[in-house]
T-cell receptor
Framework: DGGITQSPKYLFRKEGQNVTLSCEQNLNHDAMYWYRQDPGQGLRLIYY???????QKGDIAEGYSVSREKKESFPLTVTSAQKNPTAFYLC???????????FGSGTQLSVL | SQQGEEDPQALSIQEGENATMNCSYK?????LQWYRQNSGRGLVHLIL?????REKHSGRLRVTLDTSKKSSSLLITASRAADTASYFCATDDRGSTLGRLYFGRGTQLTVWP
């Protein structure tokens, strides 16, 4: 089954802690994305990657970091510098940028 | 920014009625897409319409695009309770080489049995 997998589904962060959200795809897509969604809001782009070993900041990159060492993986680290991390995080991929996005099922991050 | 705006923010109808949602955007585009999101889940792609197309159908979905008005509409015919979800439009930016998509805040559709 081809698709995009996010884990964990729920994650709790303590003050001063970095946490990493996993995103894996087996669709052979070049482009991958991380979005943040707050209640009742649209999606805001955090980071995106058009190709392996390359990524660009989106609209709200501060307090987040990513890596793209493998085509199928695009993990997102929420650092302690992100003061308001509670949100629903969505990972997506597309065959190339600007085309149809395939989304994972999301990770709900909360602060303890 | 290019972010699209959906209208209305919320829509409540009875089963069997048609639901129409609108999206407006700011700059020239290559394509416009509509997505659906059930509560607490990821988004699911519904339909993509390119800038040289005016109308597209997929099952009970009909999408129109008016590039002169920078607007699009999504019509769901004969709605069902299972259509209850948030619907988002997403656009690219023809003037940018980045290829990213811009999402609106969505329309929350509730269909009552």
């Amino acid at each position: 089954d081809g698709g995009i997998t996010q884990s964990p589904k729920y994650l709790f962060r303590k003050e001063g802690q970095n946490v990493t959200l996993s995103c894996e795809q087996n669709l052979n897509h070049d482009a991958m994305y991380w979005y943040r969604q707050d209640p009742g809001q649209g999606l805001r782009l955090i980071y995106y990657s058009q190709i392996v070993n390359d990524f660009q900041k989106g609209d709200i990159a501060e307090g987040y970091s990513v890596s793209r060492e493998k085509k199928e993986s695009f993990p997102l680290t929420v650092t302690s510098a992100q003061k308001n991390p509670t949100a629903f995080y969505l990972c997506a991929s597309s065959i190339f940028t600007g085309e149809k996005l395939f989304f994972g099922s999301g990770t709900q991050l909360s602060v303890l | 920014s290019q972010q699209g705006e959906e209208d209305p923010q919320a829509l409540s109808i009875q089963e069997g009625e048609n639901a129409t949602m609108n999206c407006s955007y700011k700059t020239s585009i290559n394509n416009l897409q509509w997505y659906r999101q059930n509560s607490g889940r990821g988004l699911v792609h519904l339909i993509l319409i390119r800038s040289n197309e005016r109308e597209k159908h997929s099952g009970r979905l009909r999408v129109t695009l008016d590039t002169s008005k920078k607007s699009s509409s999504l019509l769901i015919t004969a709605s069902r309770a299972a259509d209850t979800a948030s619907y988002f439009c997403a656009t690219d930016d023809r003037g940018s080489t980045l290829g990213r998509l811009y999402f609106g805040r969505g329309t929350q559709l509730t269909v009552w049995p």
